[in-house]
T-cell receptor
Framework: AQTVTQSQPEMSVQEAETVTLSCTYD???????LFWYKQPPSRQMILVIR????KQQNATENRFSVNFQKAAKSFSLKISDSQLGDAAMYFC?????????WGAGTKLIIKP | SQTIHQWPATLVQPVGSPLSLECTVE??????LYWYRQAAGRGLQLLFY??????ISSEVPQNLSASRPQDRQFILSSKKLLLSDSGFYLC???????????FGPGTRLTVL
């Protein structure tokens, strides 16, 4: 069975600095998708970035980028130039077929 | 553009009472629809998903049920609520199996 592990329950970063959130997953499949979602205090779940496993190039979305290491089954999220609005829970998710398998989340705190 | 609505936003119900949560999607046709539950400080648990009208798949045995009476309407129900049904319920849609899921604003349910 697929599992997703986020080993950092909480991370903090100074405003304008860079932070990396870790995610590892376990699967025997070769074709799948990985996502990072953000959940601010409003609890609305917002898609941050998506990575297709067949693509070697790491996905980027403005200040957000991933380091996808397929052999190591690692999918970390890097946030550059952190802003106060980035404070939220961040969830890593593995997707195959119809189902998203979610990690437990990392709470990101931004220090002004 | 597509939007997803959920209501009510907040609900407090006594144990043993019925439940009906509604989710509707605008701006797309034949979406895949999903119901998730999120316990406090935890990741998401998939409850039900639907690939079409009247087609419901259940992931977790429980006293909840789901229905899809119209293409863009998804309803979560219970005949008798339990204390353990308390949580944050999120509805989501996707354009297909391999597309990212987009979430509604959620319903916070408290069973007393």
């Amino acid at each position: 069975a697929q599992t997703v592990t986020q080993s950092q329950p909480e991370m903090s970063v100074q405003e304008a600095e860079t932070v990396t959130l870790s995610c590892t997953y376990d699967t025997s499949e070769s074709d799948y998708y990985l996502f990072w979602y953000k959940q601010p205090p409003s609890r609305q779940m917002i898609l941050v970035i998506r990575q297709e496993a067949y693509k070697q190039q790491n996905a980027t979305e403005n200040r957000f980028s991933v380091n996808f290491q397929k052999a190591a089954k690692s999918f970390s999220l890097k946030i550059s130039d952190s802003q106060l609005g980035d404070a939220a829970m961040y969830f890593c998710a593995y997707f195959r077929d119809y189902q998203l398998i979610w990690g437990a989340g990392t709470k990101l705190i931004i220090k002004p | 553009s597509q939007t997803i609505h959920q209501w009510p936003a907040t609900l407090v119900q006594p144990v043993g009472s019925p439940l009906s949560l509604e989710c509707t999607v605008e701006g797309t046709s034949n979406p895949n629809l999903y119901w998730y539950r999120q316990a406090a400080g935890r990741g998401l648990q998939l409850l039900f998903y639907s690939v079409g009208i009247g087609q419901i798949s259940s992931e977790v045995p429980q006293n909840l049920s789901a229905s899809r009476p119209q293409d863009r309407q998804f309803i979560l129900s219970s005949k008798k609520l339990l204390l353990s049904d308390s949580g944050f319920y999120l509805c989501a849609w996707s354009a297909g199996y391999y597309n990212e899921q987009f979430f509604g604003p959620g319903t916070r349910l408290t069973v007393l």
